[in-house]
């Protein structure tokens, strides 16, 4: 997991200015993203704080079908008369919401198994992989809709059924980790000094598996964002008047052909999450050298 | 006599080692593990199946019936169905019957075996074609890109992919819709039953871009990736160019033919994603597949159907793991299986 890093080029070979363009490179492409996910959380979780936004549950039908730019909705309104700025805010903090509690439920449960299987190998390793591997062959939307449909839709409903499809891909990368880091010379002199397996993991294993987690993590949110909106958009996630970003998607492509925007914008909004998501996801692996 | 019988030990001879080289051969080898590997897998996926449909409102005969049914007809049927067993028995009856190769009846009283069949073949038709598409696209992008690592071409090409990455596959359809069947009424917007080629091009094309697009921008950030990487670190790729290979032959026949092994194994990886992805973009464009057959399962509380397109989900993952593992045991001679870091 942690590859050596490219050795570096030649001083006499480079001239200064190629290196300092490299070096604006690597942080540009680190905080371009981080910027518009900070912004983007700012946006939906302290924007509502501060400005009084429109209802976005409610709306006057007066107002309906609004273009974007109109005044008092900056994005316009949908059939209802709904403001589609604010069902973004709020769908949005419903989005991220999900994504982020899944994916942390995904690294604590998901890699607490990976270590354990890695470190103490044999039974506990071929039981855990197992069951990871059901887990993974199980198709992770058929068990959303499933409690959906069965439990009824809620919040935590939608974040328990993506977690059992967080968890085993954790696992997996966890495991993955714990076996290379378990093979270097500074483990077996770990072990050979008498540490305790407990000091050990914490001390030892996950330091150097952390990058490998959170640069996986970061892609894994990405994907939850897409799977969370995909249902929503199949309707057994986030219930109307609650909006989602996949709800919209769908509540839009009912009139996609007289104002494809209701589309597009939250379409966009996802796009925007996800990109920024990947981009920094790539950034760390890239400083970090993870592979 | 003693001929006809040294020919005989001859034969038995023979097919002893025939045996003895077939067994012996590690790729078959690796084959059998993993085969006996995925028999646990799928018996824990049925199972897993079966305990999450238990959460579903046991309401079969009810719909059955009708809602004026009387509790007494409802609590008939049920015993007809078998419902009203208990959960153990039930899985078992299930699962000896899946294992005939019978997978029960519809809540419309149609067999599962029936419905699996007429829909199986069109959602295998869409993903081969977004599959073959996508990776046919890939190799040639990805070598495009890896030829000149941050020129214009690839630098291009890893926004599209990078794009193709984080968009939303129902998002896209969308789009597409909109653009396509819409605007420029290339396509229709809801796909009609498929027969002979021409309907299939008409029909599936939107479909298959919507699933192959992000497979595509997959497929070739990883062989674009890998490709660079060779070209820069290896030996032989240095060999090559000194020996005088022209510099496109070197990405082609050295580098990319490498590279081919990770793909093919991303590939198969990414087969369990891939029928999620059809049960959604079926659903949008009314594909008549086992995607939008299952959607309609769920919101019927069809158990039975729902479980035997899950079984075929599964299938299609464990097999696809294991046909990616397969080969590249077949294909790179440095993988040596039976080491057990992995």
Same mark, same amino acid.
């Given at each position: ?12 070979l ?6 300092r ?10 905080w371009?993203?981080?910027?518009i996910?900070i912004?983007?959380?700012g946006i939906?979780?302290?924007?509502p704080?501060?400005v ?7 709306g006057?039908i %007066?107002?309906?079908?609004?273009a ?8 316009g309104t949908?059939?209802?008369?709904v403001?589609i700025?604010?069902?973004l805010?709020?769908g ?9 509690s ?11 198994l ?8 044999g ?15 199980f198709p992770?939307?058929?068990l959303a809709l499933?409690?959906?449909?069965g ?12 977690a059992?499809?967080a ?6 990368v966890a495991r993955?980790a714990t076996?290379?880091v378990?093979g ?8 050979l000094?008498?540490?305790?397996p ?10 150097n ?8 993590s970061?892609?894994g949110?990405g ?8 249902i929503?958009f ?9 909006a ?10 009912n009139?996609?052909s ?20 990947n981009m920094?996801?790539?950034a760390l ?7 | 006599m003693?001929l ?5 030990l001859?034969?038995?001879?023979g ?7 077939l ?14 590997s ?7 996926v049925t199972?897993l199946?079966?305990?999450?449909m ?11 019936l009708?809602?004026?049914?009387s ?14 067993q208990p959960f153990?028995?039930r899985?078992?009856?299930w699962?000896?019957?899946v294992?005939?190769?019978n ?11 029936h419905?699996?069949? %007429? ?6 038709e869409?993903?081969l074609y ?11 992008v990805?070598?495009?890109a890896a ?6 071409a690839?630098?291009i090409i ?8 984080s968009t939303?596959?129902?998002a896209?359809?969308?789009?597409? %819709?909109?653009?396509?069947s819409?605007k420029?009424t290339?396509f229709?917007?809801?796909s009609?039953a ?10 599936l ?6 699933i192959?697009?992000?497979?595509f921008? %997959?497929?070739?950030r990883?062989?674009r990736?890998?490709?660079?990487d060779?070209?820069q ?7 090559a ?9 070197? =990405? ?15 590939v198969?990886l990414?087969?369990?994603g ?7 973009i079926?659903?949008?464009f009314?594909?008549?597949g ?6 309609t399962?769920?919101?019927?509380h069809?158990v039975? =159907?729902?479980?035997?397109i899950t079984?075929v ?6 097999f ?10 077949v294909?790179?001679p440095?993988?040596?299986y039976?080491?057990s870091?992995s």
């Amino acid at each position: 997991m942690l590859a050596t890093p490219a050795p570096p080029p030649l001083p006499s070979l480079v001239d200064a200015r190629r290196l300092r363009s490299q070096r604006i490179g690597r942080a540009l492409r680190l905080w371009v993203p981080a910027g518009i996910l900070i912004g983007l959380l700012g946006i939906c979780f302290v924007l509502p704080l501060v400005v009084t936004l429109p209802s976005s549950t409610n709306g006057n039908i %007066i107002y309906n079908n609004e273009a974007p730019f109109s005044p008092g909705h900056l994005l316009g309104t949908n059939v209802q008369g709904v403001d589609i700025f604010s069902q973004l805010v709020y769908g949005g903090q419903l989005t991220f919401e999900i994504s982020l509690s899944v994916t942390l439920i995904g690294v604590v449960i998901g890699g607490t198994l990976g270590v354990a299987a890695a470190y103490f190998g044999g039974w506990a390793d071929a039981v855990i992989s197992r069951v990871l591997d059901i887990l993974l062959a199980f198709p992770a939307l058929v068990l959303a809709l499933v409690i959906a449909e069965g439990l009824g839709p809620s919040e935590l409903h939608l974040i328990w059924a993506l977690a059992v499809f967080a968890i085993p891909a954790q696992g997996r990368v966890a495991r993955g980790a714990t076996l290379t880091v378990r093979g270097l010379s500074y483990m077996t002199a770990a072990r050979l000094s008498g540490t305790r397996p407990w000091r050990i993991i914490t001390r030892h294993v996950l330091p150097n598996i952390l990058p490998g987690i959170v640069t996986f993590s970061l892609l894994g949110i990405g994907i939850v964002v897409i799977i969370e909106g995909a249902i929503d958009f199949l309707g057994y996630g986030i219930q109307l008047p609650q909006a989602s970003w996949g709800s919209m998607i769908t509540q839009g492509q009912n009139i996609e052909s007289v104002q494809p925007e209701y589309v597009l914008i939250p379409s966009i909004a996802l796009v925007i999450t996800v990109v920024a998501l990947n981009m920094l996801g790539d950034a760390l692996r890239e400083r970090w050298g993870v592979q | 006599m003693a001929l006809v019988q040294q020919i005989q030990l001859q034969r038995e001879a023979g097919a002893r080692d025939r045996a003895r080289r077939l067994t012996g051969s590690p790729a078959l080898r690796v084959a059998g593990r993993r085969l006996l590997s995925a028999i646990p897998v799928l018996i824990g996926v049925t199972f897993l199946t079966f305990s999450v449909m238990s959460l579903l409102p046991n309401d079969s005969a009810q719909a059955i019936l009708g809602l004026n049914a009387s509790p007494s007809a409802v609590a008939a049927l049920n015993h007809t169905l078998g419902l009203d067993q208990p959960f153990w028995q039930r899985y078992w009856h299930w699962l000896v019957n899946v294992l005939h190769g019978n997978f029960g009846t519809t809540l419309e009283g149609g067999s599962v075996n029936h419905e699996l069949a %007429i829909h199986v073949p069109t959602t295998l038709e869409l993903l081969l074609y977004a599959l073959v598409v996508s990776v046919a696209l890939s190799v040639v992008v990805a070598a495009l890109a890896a030829r000149r690592p941050n020129g214009i071409a690839d630098r291009i090409i890893l926004t599209v992919s990078m794009l193709g990455l984080s968009t939303a596959p129902y998002a896209f359809a969308f789009l597409l %819709i909109i653009v396509f069947s819409v605007k420029l009424t290339w396509f229709p917007v809801l796909s009609g039953a498929v027969a002979g080629p021409g309907s299939f091009f008409k029909n599936l094309t939107l479909p298959a871009a919507a699933i192959g697009f992000g497979l595509f921008a %997959i497929y070739t950030r990883l062989l674009r990736a890998d490709m660079v990487d060779q070209m820069q670190r290896e030996d032989y790729i240095v060999t090559a160019k000194a020996k005088g290979v022209p510099p496109w032959r070197v =990405l082609l026949r050295h580098a990319l033919r490498n590279s081919l092994f990770t793909l093919i194994t991303v590939v198969g990886l990414n087969l369990g994603g891939l029928v999620g992805a059809a049960a959604i973009i079926e659903t949008i464009f009314q594909v008549q597949g086992i995607g939008n057959d299952l959607i309609t399962g769920i919101s019927n509380h069809d158990v039975p =159907l729902i479980e035997g397109i899950t079984l075929v989900f599964a299938l299609v993952t464990v097999f696809g793991n294991l046909l990616a593992d397969l080969a590249y045991a077949v294909l790179d001679p440095r993988i040596r299986y039976g080491s057990s870091n992995s």
